[in-house]
């Protein structure tokens, strides 16, 4: 797979991914990696329906990816690979996917996280699972779309005093 970006944004495929991420990447497909959407007949329809009509898009669960990933069916396949969660990429990875880089695009506020920008909370969980990440080398860069500055997720955590040492 020529995994030309790979974005945790908890709404998936939405406005933003559809248009200015898959223009930016030049991509020709869109893995939505996520055991409960896959799961989802409804959600997955939703999913495929946001996807623009020149890039084709699955919903499918991690191991799937693992597989798929392992078997060289995509190889050569320019793809972004979308997930919900931080922990859904590590377990990924640590599964043998490789992975340079991930986008941090949203990840929605809800009881127990903390807010480190404007369209990213995390809780502790979050944190411990982009600290695993950032030690495998992966970098971790905060952007909503292309145009934007990157942003370093872990100096981000590292101000807010999230990490618990």
């Known amino acids: 797979m020529d995994i030309r970006l ?3 944004d908890d709404r998936l495929i939405h406005g933003q991914v559809a248009t200015a ?7 020709e ?3 939505v990696v996520s055991d ?4 989802d007949e409804l959600r997955k329809f939703l999913l495929k329906q946001a996807t623009p009509p020149s890039i084709k898009s699955h919903v499918i669960t991690k191991q799937k990816l693992i597989d798929i990933d392992q078997s060289g069916l995509f190889d050569g ?24 880089s991930v986008n941090i695009g949203g990840m929605r506020f809800s009881e127990g996280k903390k807010m480190v920008t404007n369209f990213i909370s995390l809780d ?10 950032a030690n495998l080398g ?3 860069e905060v952007r909503q779309v292309p145009a934007d500055r ?16």
């Open 124 to 133: 502790n969980e979050d944190v411990q699972a982009f600290v695993k990440l």
């Open 6 to 8: 790979t974005r945790i």
């Open 77 to 100: 396949t320019k793809i972004m690979l979308l997930f919900a969660s931080p922990q859904d990429v590590l377990e990924v990875v640590l599964a043998g996917v490789h992975l340079k």
């Open 29 to 31: 497909r869109i893995l």
């Open 138 to 140: 992966i970098e971790l």
């Open 36 to 39: 409960e959407a896959a799961h």
């Open 21 to 27: 991420w898959s223009k930016a990447t030049g991509i």
């Open 150 to 165: 990157k942003t370093d997720l872990m100096q981000l955590i590292k101000k807010e005093k999230l990490l618990h040492e």
